[in-house]
């Protein structure tokens, strides 16, 4: 089975966008997703630009949804091709408000597409 890794935003992915670094409302659809890709064997990387209590806040809020991130602002892997990786965190697919053409509802789908394709065997 093909190691997957999702790499997750924080603010404006899994919640409302409110002023930091207050927590907005829960996006319970994306953290459902979440919950079953990671059931599912895919690796997840909370990777937000929080750090400290802020930081603290928010992956308490997810741990009390169900939602336990792999790792958090890490990489899974710190060399590829015998070099260091730098500080950027690596994943094969990353969701982020401020991506180019962002939509919440096509970012929920494609995890349900490669989560169907983890079921199926051809991921």
């Not at 207050?22 to 994306?30: L, R, Y």
């Not at 070099?83 to 982020?96: M, N, P, V």
Request: net charge negative; aromatic share 10%.
């Amino acid at each position: 089975m093909k190691e997957v890794i999702l790499g997750i935003d924080f603010d404006g992915i899994l919640t409302e966008k409110v002023i930091f670094p207050e927590i907005g409302k829960m996006d319970i659809d994306f953290i459902n997703i979440l919950i079953e890709a990671k059931q599912q064997g895919f690796i997840l990387i909370l990777n937000t630009g929080r750090d400290g209590i802020p930081l603290k806040m928010a992956v308490d809020v997810c741990k009390e949804l169900g939602l336990e991130f792999d790792y958090v602002n890490d990489n899974v892997i710190t060399e590829l091709n015998g070099f260091e990786l730098s500080h950027k965190i690596y994943a094969d697919y990353h969701y982020d408000d401020h991506s180019f053409n962002w939509n919440k509802q096509h970012a929920i789908q494609h995890i349900r597409e490669l989560i169907n394709r983890r079921k199926d065997g051809t991921l």
